[in-house]
């Protein structure tokens, strides 16, 4: 099994298959920096990740080694191998760029939907309407009351994520463009994605 390493640049996305039983490692190189996973049955792409359907079947919000992340359909799809930060967000859809005109009044801004598209183009896949992704390094906090905020992710450089793929597998990655919010610390960056 030939290794197989890439350097995802600030603001850009990147696609790769993962055969059933390979292992990704997700890193964030500088830190601070949300990099948004896609996922799909490279069989039947109508079967992707489900962070919606993964917090139902776990009971929570939160992984940790040892679980797994579903499809739409309710099977496994990836487990959980290694996870140096801990904190990763399940609730927020990718951004795209009408996001970034209503929150921030910026036309024609880089997002992650249209990252993911631009390289899932590539696998034959068609742009899905909305790509409700696990967004890695991703700190979202939920308050009693009900609030959501989006905070500084806890990631440091050269914190990382390791899935294992539970069956052949399309994966779309997206440094996530947005330098507008802390939610990247304001400061787009790189995200290293390596085939163990
Ligand atoms: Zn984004």
């Known amino acids: 099994m030939s290794e197989q390493q890439w350097l995802i640049p600030a603001t850009k996305g990147l696609g790769f ?3 059933k039983g390979q292992i990704v490692r997700v890193t964030d190189v500088e830190g601070e920096q949300v990099a948004d996973f896609a996922a799909y049955n490279a069989s039947h792409p109508n079967e992707r990740i489900d962070p919606g359907v993964t917090i139902d079947a776990l009971g929570k919000m939160n992984v940790l080694p040892g679980d797994i992340l579903y499809s739409n359909q309710y099977r496994p799809l990836l ?5 140096t930060v801990g904190r990763h967000d399940f609730i927020n859809s990718a951004c795209r760029p009408e996001m970034y005109e209503v929150l921030y009044n910026k ?3 880089a997002s992650c939907y249209n990252n993911l598209n631009e390289v899932l183009v590539e696998f034959g896949l068609p742009a899905p309407d909305q790509h409700y992704t696990f967004n890695l390094f991703m700190n979202t906090v939920i308050d009693p009351s009900g609030k959501v905020s989006v905070e500084r992710p806890l990631s440091k450089a050269g914190d990382y994520v390791e899935l294992r793929a539970e069956m052949d597998l399309i994966i779309a990655i997206s440094a996530c463009p947005c330098s507008e919010s802390v939610c990247n610390g304001y400061h787009c960056t790189p995200i290293a ?3 163990l």
């Open 79 to 83: 487990t959980v191998i290694k996870d």
């Open 107 to 109: 036309k024609d801004h």
């Open 193 to 195: 994605v390596e085939i």
């Open 17 to 19: 298959k993962l055969d």
